[in-house]
């Protein structure tokens, strides 16, 4: 009796070894792989949207868009393309390198900070900036022509002490109390944390910068692609986008 | 800083040497060789003279000299005190001034920043008094000074050391008073090596960024020099960036080989 039912029970769990293997390898596993290039500031956020479903494998690619871009000139294979700005989609789009019309799922506006407790009481884009140590991005940089157009809109002239090459180089010298105020976008504000105050200048989102997205022409996982573009602007989606400080339209 | 070449090339040296030598002058030249090539030549006039280009360039050229000044006024008396001081305490000041050369610019720039800064150890004490460095051409020398300065004494001892006490000896045993040996017979003898640690100092100063970046901020004029204005117009503008480099390339060559010329001079003139 015993000697029959060993073997038998072994069947039963190398069956069960079987139908589970071959559930690994035919289910969603494999279908659901998707490899994203994003601009580096979503670098976060979308690791926090991928973290919503559990069934998508998302592969992240994040760099400068205008890299993105020449990357997937080149070849480089991926599934969707988002970018931090229109202009470079543009580019993208009019070479035929992601399906037509993308979809704009963030903006992203440039927020005035101080550092904590605001030592120089500044209060806007106005007087209060006199004799102050304001600190901008350069204006051929995105978060300096942000800054430069909420300035003209503010009608005033800035006098910044800096104009650095990276938003994040502004940051570092409002969050160290370097510099009495800095113009950056409303997610460096956030990502700074308690270390800086947020003066909005932008309530509208009128001079923010707009992120579209889009899958990749020709990619070989369309459908997931638009699975993983769906849980981008998807309600829990937005959720996380604001969380991280981004606008969404 | 000048070692004596035999006469005759290759004189007890293997021809394999060769190989390696070579290979490393290609390795250094060819870089540089391609900025040459990819500079739009016939567009240098337009782009050197923007108002952009002509601040940074002054901006440069008048932080370096300055920096290079006080790197001679504190470094060389420094380099002086240490090359006739042995023990522990010599070997620990020796051990801090050297770290800067090899620090990478960015912590450079920070401790800077975490010293002098608004905020910093003195600069918090400074603040107070109403003077601040941050933001200023004071700030960018300052950068300068704390990565060039090293070199300069480092270039002084070593040929102090190497030169030994003899001469100076031999002044004071006929009389002579210290300032009077100083004066009379070390420095003569150390011009040479003064010079080209002072080009190695303005070159280095010139080609100073992390720590100026980091510690200064950058603004035409003011703070952004020539390595900070090529740092921005890389990704906008490559012509112009290029240009820009060349510049920088001209002045670090014609400086370093004015310091050998230099230096090849005053030995010659002071040999028997």
Redesign the interface.
Same mark, same amino acid.
């Given at each position: 009796m015993n000697a029959s039912r060993l073997p038998a029970g072994g069947t039963a769990l190398a069956l069960t070894l079987v139908l589970a293997l071959a559930g690994c390898a035919g289910a969603p596993a494999s279908d659901r792989t998707v490899t994203v290039f994003a601009a580096s500031s979503l670098t976060g956020v979308f690791a926090d949207i991928a973290e919503l479903d559990p069934t998508l494998d998302v592969r992240f690619t994040f760099d400068g868009s205008s890299t993105l871009v020449d990357q997937l000139a080149g070849g480089a294979p991926a599934d969707v393309l988002a970018t931090a700005d229109e202009a470079t989609m543009a580019r993208a789009t009019q070479a035929s390198l992601v399906e037509p019309e993308p979809t704009v799922f963030a903006t992203n506006a440039g927020v005035l900070i101080v550092p904590a407790g605001n030592p120089a009481g500044v209060t806007g884009l106005d007087a209060s900036l006199d004799g102050t140590k304001l600190v901008v991005c350069a204006p051929t940089v995105p978060c300096g022509a942000t800054a430069r157009a909420l300035a003209d809109a503010a009608g005033v002239a800035l006098a910044p002490v800096s104009e650095e090459q990276k938003v994040t180089d502004v940051r570092g010298k409002v969050a160290s109390g370097e510099a009495d105020a800095g113009i950056v976008f409303a997610t460096d504000a956030t990502a700074a944390g308690d270390a800086v105050e947020t003066i909005v200048l932008d309530p509208d989102g009128r001079f923010a910068t707009r992120y579209p997205v889009a899958v990749v022409a020709g990619s070989a996982n369309a459908e997931t692609a638009h699975a993983f573009i769906d849980l981008v602007t998807s309600d829990a989606g937005r959720v996380v986008l604001a969380e991280h400080g981004f606008g969404t339209p | 800083m000048t070692v004596p070449m035999p006469a005759s090339g290759g004189a007890g040296r293997p021809r394999w040497l060769f190989v390696p030598a070579v290979l490393a002058v290609l390795f250094l030249a060819v870089p540089l060789l391609g900025i040459v090539a990819r500079v739009p030549w016939a567009d240098v006039p337009a782009l050197l003279t923007t108002r952009s280009s002509l601040d940074a360039l002054g901006l440069s050229l008048l932080t370096c000299l300055v920096a290079t000044a006080i790197s001679l006024a504190l470094g060389l008396p420094l380099a002086l005190v240490l090359a006739r001081a042995d023990g522990r305490l010599a070997g620990l000041v020796r051990t801090l001034v050297t770290i800067p050369m090899v620090l990478p610019p960015v912590v450079a720039g920070l401790a800077l &920043?975490i010293t002098f800064? /608004? /905020?910093g150890v003195l600069g918090a004490p400074l603040a107070v008094l109403g003077i601040e460095v941050?933001?200023s051409t004071v700030a960018v020398v300052m950068a300068q000074v704390f990565v060039a300065m090293p070199f300069l004494v480092t270039a002084v001892e070593g040929a102090l050391r190497a030169t030994g006490t003899g001469v100076e000896g031999a002044a004071a045993t006929l009389g002579a008073s210290p300032t009077y040996t100083l004066r009379r017979v070390t420095l003569p003898l150390l011009a040479p090596s003064i010079a080209a640690g002072g080009a190695l100092t303005f070159a280095r100063a010139l080609g100073e960024f992390g720590a100026t970046?980091t510690f200064?901020?950058?603004?035409?004029g003011?703070? /952004?020099t020539l390595p900070l204005e090529i740092? &921005?117009l890389r990704e &906008?503008d490559t012509d112009a960036a290029l240009a820009l480099a060349l510049v920088l390339i001209v002045v670090a060559g014609l400086t370093v080989a004015a310091t050998g010329w230099l230096s090849r001079r005053t030995v010659r003139r002071s040999a028997p």
């Open positions: - | &920043l800064g /608004r /905020r941050g933001f970046i200064a901020g950058s603004l035409q003011v703070t /952004r740092y &921005l &906008l």
